[in-house]
């Protein structure tokens, strides 16, 4: 499987932006997780979605401004995100996480996943 991330940028506090994950194949038991990495910082897992239930999940800090969805049509999960800070400037990548489990319960468990996207920037200016 391969991952294609995109439509990271630069925006002001306060705006908006929509990630988007093509996956090369999305099948009903994968779940594909969106991950960030801040410089000097440990990458940490900010939402995932799960393809058999079409279940979702978000960490605490973007819950009620981040909203991942998926096309199966087009293999593709979206992270939309709005009112945006500046703490969410990173680099923002996908992966395919099993019944997201890294995304909930295993934080510094990014280490164990093997396939990511290559990473699209976020920056969002004060």
């Known amino acids: 499987v391969q991952l294609v991330e995109s439509g990271g940028g630069l925006v002001q506090a306060g705006g908006s932006l929509r990630l988007s994950c093509a996956a090369s194949?999305?099948?009903?038991?994968?779940?594909i997780g969106w991950f960030r990495q801040a410089p000097g910082k440990e990458r940490e897992g900010v939402a995932c979605?799960?393809?058999?239930?079409?279940?979702?999940y978000y960490a605490d800090s973007v819950k009620g401004r981040f909203t991942i969805s998926s096309d199966n049509a087009k293999n593709t999960v979206y992270l939309q995100m709005n009112s945006l800070k500046p703490e969410d400037t990173a680099v923002y990548y996908c992966?395919?996480?099993?019944?997201?489990?890294?995304?909930?319960?295993?934080?510094?468990?990014?280490?164990?996943?093997?396939?990511w996207g290559q990473g699209t920037q976020v920056t969002v200016s004060s």
């Open positions: 992966a395919l996480d099993y019944e997201c489990t890294v995304v909930t319960k295993l934080p510094g468990g990014y280490k164990y996943l093997e396939v």
């Open positions: 194949r999305f099948t009903y038991d994968d779940a």
């Open positions: 979605f799960r393809n058999r239930d079409d279940s979702t």
